[in-house]
Each structure stands twice: as C-alpha cells, then as structure tokens.
T-cell receptor, first 114, second 113 residues
C-alpha cells in the first residue's frame, strides 16, 4: 500500500525568506514522488518529480525538493519566497511495484506575507 | 494548444437532478481520472479509465457514473444518489507509458441548491 502525509495544514513565511513544505511517504517498493501547486479555483499544476537519480530535484518557478530515503521524506523548498507563491501545495506518491494511480496528500496551504 | 478542458466552470443543481460534467483532452493520453476536492481533504479518486470503453471505480464512486466512448472524452455524471455533491471536481489525464505526472483540467465547481 502507498500513502503520503503532509503534516502541516498551513505554512507561513515572510517574503524573501526560505520556505519548506513537508511531505513524508510510505511505499512497499521504490517511490515515485510528485509535487503540484493549486491556485484558488484552478486545477493542479505540476512542479517537479523524483523518479531516480540525484536526491535534489529542481522544478518550475525556482522550487526544488530533496528526496531522503532514510527519512522517507520529499520536502519542497525554495530559497526565497514570493507573495505570488501563496497557494495550496500537494505531494503525491506512486509505488514502483504498485498501481499507476498516485496517492495525494491532503495539501498544505502556503501563505507568504509581504 | 494541448491540454485538458472542463465545462462548465460553475454548475448549479437542484436536489434530485442528475448533472454531467464534461472533460476533454487533446494530449493523446490513455488514462483519464476524476477527482473530488473538498476543503481540507485533498483529492479523492472517483473513477479512472485506462482505455476506451473501460473504467474502474475509485475510492468514492457511489452516486457517480462515467463513460469512455472516445479516447479524448471522459464525462462524469453526478446522480441524485450522491447525497452531498457540492464540491470542486477535477479531471486529469496521463500517458500510461513512462513515469509521468498527471495533467489537470481547470475544474468544475458544483453547487447543490
């Protein structure tokens, strides 16, 4: 079985400060991990994914994520937050040996204060 | 431009009525999905389809029905049996080959009056 947890419902950060949105996962085999962003009343947009290779994955809009196998985590990061980064962020996981259907976390609302 | 379209953007339904939400993609993707989104609950899978004329129930299929007569189209019907249909509905698609992310439509917000 596959599962994903986003332990924070909301993250607040000041503009210009670094941001981290946390994600932990559980799978039987190797994980395939994804981050998406959703702006109000819009669909989800893909940010980045980890399949294999380097543990630090770079994605759209200056975001990156670090895969940590020992801690089963895939935290989303950005060195300097923008007010326009305020949105809902979803982590998703697929198990290498399982279904092609991903499991989504409950989402984390990121609020960047001016 | 390639992408996924959903219509209508907003939909109002009276209790006891069936309504159909449209989802069309021109990405030539094999798999299509319907999700329901409620505040604080993330995305819950309603139905998915890998191929034309075949589809499977997701986690919350009761009160919903779908069809997949064409590769490009995957309409969702919210029936009167769905007791709490007010939600934001998202359609997505993905190729089956490779380890690909999902592409999402803009969503339909359904409100029961």
């Amino acid at each position: 079985a596959q599962s994903v947890a986003q332990p924070e419902d909301q993250v607040n950060v000041a503009e210009g400060n670094p941001l981290t949105v946390k994600c932990t996962y559980s799978v039987s085999g190797n994980p395939y991990l994804f981050w998406y962003v959703q702006y109000p009343n819009r669909g989800l947009q893909f940010l980045l994914k980890y399949i294999t290779g380097d543990n630090l994955v770079k994605g759209s809009y200056g975001f990156e994520a670090e895969f940590n196998k020992s801690q089963t985590s895939f935290h989303l990061k950005k060195p300097s937050a923008l007010v326009s980064d305020s949105a809902l962020y979803f982590c998703a996981v697929r198990d290498e040996g399982g279904s092609y259907i991903p499991t989504f976390g409950r989402g984390t609302s990121l609020i960047v204060h001016p | 431009d390639g992408g996924i379209t959903q219509s209508p953007k907003y939909l109002f339904r009276k209790e006891g009525q069936n309504v159909t939400l449209s989802c069309e993609q021109n990405l030539n993707h094999d798999a299509m999905y319907w999700y329901r989104q409620d505040p604080g609950q993330g995305l819950r899978l309603i139905y998915y389809s890998q191929i034309v004329n075949d589809f499977q129930k997701g986690d919350i299929a009761e009160g919903y029905s779908v069809s997949r007569e064409k590769k490009e189209s995957f309409p969702l019907t919210v029936t009167s049996a769905q007791k709490n249909p007010t939600a934001f509905y998202l359609c997505a698609s993905t190729p089956l080959q490779g380890l690909n992310e999902q592409f999402f439509g803009p969503g339909t917000r359904l409100t029961v009056l």
